[in-house]
């Protein structure tokens, strides 16, 4: 699906363009499918192999039905608490959460890392290790191809593994390009996959929170019709948010859940 919002970008005054592409049926499943059916075909995964993997919820449900289909066990490094949506939605498949403890001097990001490396190596599982697999970025750029010509200034997504904003980085290497959070916090540039060019995201968060958090969900869904997409919605308002404050600029937002 893709789309300029010309109702929420009218609702906001933001001037310029607001195009967003939305893949059905969510793009962690079909990325996990990609991934998966290539370790298949290359022999790295194997018939009833586990597969352990770290998650915030999203890809680790891809997976869990991926995995069942392959009668493999999956373990999951969960980041954070994940919520009861999505661990009553995991109990219906044979998966086993591993939570990551930071030791002493240790970075949380390190923590999930090291308790991944420890499952792989103690169940014999085949990972996908998501945050540096540089599959993802040869198959967003392959997705991107299906766009229209476009003319693009500044990209938007969540927080992730950085994959997502490396292949849009190279189809517009002149946008800028931000990963959006809700927060100010202190991005750990070691955490994501390393880009060819030295290329890293600005960071960008709501600066009005009281109307992200209290209309904006009510204004999309009237306007546009956009549910259950929490991420996007993030995304979503920081574009909107950077077109008011840049009048001219014509903006992209990935969604992503």
């Known amino acids: 699906m893709f789309k300029e919002l010309c109702d929420l970008r009218k609702y906001y005054g933001a001037e310029g363009n607001l195009f967003v592409f939305r893949q059905e049926g969510g793009k962690k499943r079909h990325l996990a499918e990609f991934l998966f059916d290539n370790a298949l075909k290359k022999g790295e995964l194997k018939k009833g192999m586990p597969v352990a993997e770290i998650t915030a919820g999203n890809f680790g449900l891809a997976l869990a039905k991926l995995c069942a289909k392959n009668k493999s066990r999956l373990y999951l490094v969960p980041i954070g608490k994940l919520d009861s949506k999505t661990l009553k939605r995991l109990k219906k ?84 390009m931000f990963f959006a959070t809700t927060n100010a916090i202190n991005v750990d540039k070691e955490r994501y996959m390393l880009f060819d060019d030295g290329f890293f995201p600005q960071q960008i968060f709501p600066c009005d929170k009281k109307e992200y958090f209290e209309n ?40 992503g859940d």
Not at 222 to 238: D, G
């Open 93 to 176: 498949f044979d998966v086993v959460l591993v939570e990551a403890v930071p030791k002493e001097g240790e970075k949380y990001w390190q923590a999930l890392y090291r308790t991944l490396d420890e499952t792989i190596e103690s169940q014999k599982a085949f990972s996908f290790k998501q945050f540096e697999n540089r599959e993802q970025i040869d198959y967003y750029l392959n997705l991107f191809e299906l766009f229209p010509d476009i003319t693009v200034d500044c990209c938007f997504d969540k927080m992730g593994c950085g994959a997502t904003l490396a292949a849009l980085h190279k189809k517009y290497p002149k946008a800028e």
């Open 216 to 255: 904006f969900e009510k204004v999309l869904d009237v306007l546009e019709n956009i549910k259950n997409a929490p991420y996007a919605k993030l995304s979503l308002f920081c574009a909107l948010q950077y077109l008011k404050a840049n009048k001219g600029k014509n903006a992209f937002v990935f969604i």
